[in-house]
């Protein structure tokens, strides 16, 4: 199974981050991890707010 900090790079990465991979996300997030995934988690959400990375899902809202 994919870390946190695996989905993460991935996104940051790209600059995009998919659908899939949030689904991913949620469910790592639901079982332990460590700090580091902690983390990752945090620059992923500093990212997609500043713009850095955008959501497919939040792309898929704009259309609607």
Do not use: P, W
Not at 12 to 31: F, I, P, S, W
Not at 50 to 61: M, P, Y
Request: contains cysteine.
């Amino acid at each position: 199974m994919a870390r946190i900090r695996d989905v993460v790079q991935t996104a940051l990465t790209t600059g995009y981050l998919t659908t899939e991979a949030e689904n991913q996300l949620r469910k790592l997030l639901t079982v332990r991890y460590d700090l580091e995934d902690f983390n990752a988690f945090m620059v992923l959400q500093e990212a997609a707010m500043t713009g850095k990375v955008i959501q497919e899902s939040r792309q898929q809202c704009s259309i609607t």
